[in-house]
Each structure stands twice: as C-alpha cells, then as structure tokens.
C-alpha cells in the first residue's frame, strides 16, 4: 500500500486540497505520458536518420581508405604522409540550433561541397600520383558526411536524454505522487466520516439526556 503524505491534517480543507493536488497530478502525468510518447517517435525518426548517415559516411571512408593503400603503396607510407601535411584546409561552420518538442537539437552548416581542386590542397602534382588525388578526395567527401552523422548523434543524445527525464517524470507520478494523494485523501475521508459517526453518536447521547432531565 503507498504511503501517505506526512503532516496532512483530517481536515474538511485539507481534503479539498488534496483533491485539487490530485487531478492536477493525473492531468499532469497524461501531458507527460503523451510528451514521452512524441518524444520516442521523434527519437525513433533520428535514430533511423543516424543509421542511414552512418552506412552513407562509412561508405566514403571505406573507399578513402582503399585510395590511402594505392597511394601508400606506390609512393610510400612516409611520402603520402608528408603530402597529407601540407593539405590543410580550414572549414568554415555556422553552428544553430533547432527545437524538437522543445529539446534543442544542433544544426551545422556547412560550405555545400569540401572537395577542392588538385592544385588547392597544397602539394606538387609532380610529387603526387592520381591516387594521392582521388584519395584526397573521397577523405574530403567523407568529412561532411562525418560532420552531418555528428550532429544527428548529438540530436539523438539530446532526445534520449529528454526521454528519459520524462519517463522518470511520468513514472514519478504514476507510481509514488499520485497513489501516495490517493491514500492520504481516503485516510482522510475515511477519518471525517468516523468523526462524523462519533458526533452523531454524542448528539444522540447528550439529546437523550436532555430528554431524561426534561422528563
């Protein structure tokens, strides 16, 4: 049986008031319960999203590391190395955010394509190979797919942090506030209604004495 709330008094008042706490509580765990069950949709939807960024931005880097091996291969691990120093590039990102049933979710945005032409990254055509090229470019490519899976991964952490708040929230009201305002406002029910019966008794008593002292 759940307990009751301490310190409440078997007042007339009291139990009034806690009937107001009480469907303000159930009204409260329905808007909850439908918030986590939106929640879980929406999470579910950028879940799906993660799983297709995830394959997209692993099939990009599985074929930047299948250009890396040709390019090791014919220039030498060291060699492909050094040029990969020399192809620095620095990216400009805007950084917003987004509301999803009023969690906040990021957006980065990015320059609409990373690629750059061979004589932008920075080394000599003669020192490269077409391999050194193509690798470079699948790398680029893979970066704004890596970027895009980042931010849904952070959008998804947000939601699954916002769901979980709320299951504790619902399940807070379900199971302890709401049967513990229940109890209580039955105790005291129960307790005015015993009052009631003793007074009528005492009535009863003190009318039949009067009634004796009359007669």
């Known amino acids: 049986m759940p307990e009751m709330i301490e310190g409440v008094s078997p007042t007339r008042m009291e139990l009034l008031r806690l ?19 939106a929640l879980i949709a929406e999470f579910l939807d950028v879940v799906g999203e993660v799983r297709d960024a995830r394959m997209v931005a692993e099939e990009k880097l599985k074929e ?9 291969a014919g220039l030498g691990v ?27 979710v990021p957006i980065i945005e ?18 490269s190979s077409s391999a050194v090229d193509s690798c470079a470019k699948r ?12 931010e849904l991964e952070e959008a998804v952490r947000n939601l699954a942090g916002e769901v979980e708040k709320t299951k504790r929230r619902v399940n ?14 039955k105790y005291i029910q129960m307790r005015l209604e015993e009052m009631e019966r003793e007074n009528f008794t005492r ?6 004495i009067l009634e004796r002292k009359e007669e």
């Open 19 to 37: 009937r107001r706490r009480e469907q303000l509580a159930v009204k409260g765990h329905d808007l909850l319960r439908e918030k986590r069950d």
């Open 64 to 72: 930047a590391f299948e250009y890396l091996i040709i390019a090791q």
């Open 78 to 104: 060291e060699e492909v190395r050094q040029l990969s120093l020399m192809t620095a590039q620095e990216i400009p990102m805007d950084f917003s955010m987004r509301s999803i049933m009023g969690v906040n």
């Open 110 to 127: 990015l320059p609409e394509d990373l690629s750059r032409e061979v004589t932008e990254r920075g080394y000599g055509l003669m020192d």
């Open 139 to 150: 790398f680029e490519e893979a970066l704004s797919k890596i970027i895009k899976l980042a």
């Open 172 to 185: 807070a009201l379900e199971y302890v506030m709401i049967p513990r305002l229940k109890t209580t406002r």
């Open 203 to 208: 009535l009863k008593k003190i009318k039949a």
